[in-house]
């Protein structure tokens, strides 16, 4: 069957419309560096896509979770520490005052001594970090201590709550200790023990008396005191190591969800160049031949006429 020259136009007009089309997909995907522009291009490819942007997102959560929880577990070791260093400083004036010769002189020393001691561990205690209060347990808007009167002069106000955050998807890590348990208000340190406050006011109270007995039996209340701190202190070291270890493996992670990404997504540009070069040849050819209908057209009209 024979074509019109209008038909033979009109046919060579949707070609050069798919020559052009597909010569600005290949500058696309050249200038993009991706192979999948839309998800016709590649359904399998483009699902494996978004299922690898899912989990790199997840990667950066938990990521974000370390960033944030780091800092706030540092200052609470930190704070830990501090308190631990100022027990031992009541233990040595406990194992000072345990002479029975100490004088009344001394005594008003050490009395000085602990009271200084006691207003910082009351400081250390109440710290906060970007303004949340460190050791209330969940209610960080809640100061821990409170002064009373009576043989205990402080009394805990926050809870026993512990929060959490996830570092992988498998690892959820605490990021507090309360305070209840880090100052034995909960009987941490064992049967018998006392708050690490009390533990200073019934210390000052026997040397004030110069009870040196009752000093010697404040020792193994001091010392029980001092091992709970430093069990805490430890605890949140570990914590802080597997969060520096989990911060590597999201790190390992993401590079190599993201190289597989690439893989999947990116274009090889040197095919690209092949591709994008064929293309203009295609379309160049298509112009060309658009062209030499068009004057053929022209002519056979001139003719006509």
Known sequence: MRTSLNQQIQTQMRYLDVAGAKLVEAQTRAISGKRILKPSDDVAGTNRALSLRTTISNVD????????????????????????????????????????????????????QLDDILGRMVDIANSKHLDHYLFSGTATNTAPLAAQAGPN??????????????????????????????????????????????MVAQLKEAIRKGDAAAVSAQLDNVDANLNNLLACQA????????????????????????????????????????????????????????????????????INR
């Open 61 to 112: 959560q938990f990521t974000n979770n370390i960033e944030v929880c780091r800092p706030l577990l540092a200052a609470t070791e930190s704070a830990v520490a501090d308190l631990a260093r100022a027990t031992r400083s009541v233990r040595d004036i406990a194992v000072a005052a345990a002479n029975p010769d100490f004088t009344g002189e001394t005594r008003s020393a050490y009395i000085a």
């Open 235 to 302: 605890q949140l070291g570990s914590w802080i190591s597997r969060m520096d270890k989990a911060k590597e493996t999201l790190a390992q992670k993401k590079t190599k969800l993201q190289e597989i990404l690439s893989d999947t997504e990116d274009v090889d540009i040197t095919k690209a160049v092949v591709e994008l070069k064929s293309q203009e040849n295609v379309y160049q050819a298509a112009l060309i031949i658009s062209s030499r209908m068009l004057d053929l057209s022209l002519a056979t009209l001139q």
């Open 153 to 198: 002069p402080y009394l805990y106000q926050g809870n026993s709550g512990t929060r959490r955050a996830q570092v992988l998807s498998w690892v959820s890590l605490p990021i507090n200790i309360p305070g209840d348990k880090l100052f034995n208000f909960d009987g941490s340190a064992g049967a018998g023990t006392t708050d690490l406050f009390t």
